[in-house]
């Protein structure tokens, strides 16, 4: 019973380190050409059933943003659903500035985390960013 135990919490321990290196974003500056975000800004607390408003801040030297991913995870590690967005000259054109769309807190747990990142035209993906948010 104890080999067994040992054997779960290896394989949990593994499976840990494995997502943390995966969910971890590059430091220091992108490469060139690749979407950079930051300073995600979202309520501490949404209400079930409303939109929420989501924005956050980007660089991208070659003007190209085409695609803003949102994934809601389930804090309990339940279910992830995404919902991907495509921006029209709003954002695609530009080389830096503000980013403001919007989530739905449809069916979500009573604490959930938002990962957000962009694609660019040519598919370089950014940095992500998540941030752990409340229903009511």
């Known amino acids: ?3 067994r135990i040992l054997i779960g919490m290896v394989i949990l ?3 840990l380190i494995m ?3 995966c969910s971890t974003t590059p430091q220091g500056p992108p490469k060139p050409g ?3 975000i930051s300073n995600l800004t979202v309520p501490n607390t949404v209400i079930l059933g409303q939109r929420f408003p989501i924005s956050f801040q980007f660089e991208d030297s070659e003007a190209d943003i085409s695609t803003v991913t949102l994934t809601f ?3 309990w590690g339940g279910p ?3 919902e991907s967005k495509s921006y029209d000259a709003g954002v695609y ?3 830096n500035g503000t980013c403001v769309t919007s989530g739905f807190a449809g069916r979500l747990p009573p604490v959930f985390t ?3 990142f962009v694609e660019d035209a040519k598919g370089n993906k950014s940095n992500m960013l998540r941030t752990s948010i409340s229903t009511k």
Do not use: D, N
């Open 19 to 21: 997502f943390l290196q």
């Open 73 to 75: 995870e389930w804090s």
């Open 114 to 116: 938002l990962w957000i």
């Open 80 to 82: 992830t659903f995404s």
């Open 93 to 95: 054109g530009k080389t």
């Open 13 to 15: 321990l593994s499976a």
């Open 1 to 3: 019973m104890k080999g």
């Open 34 to 36: 690749v979407p950079r």
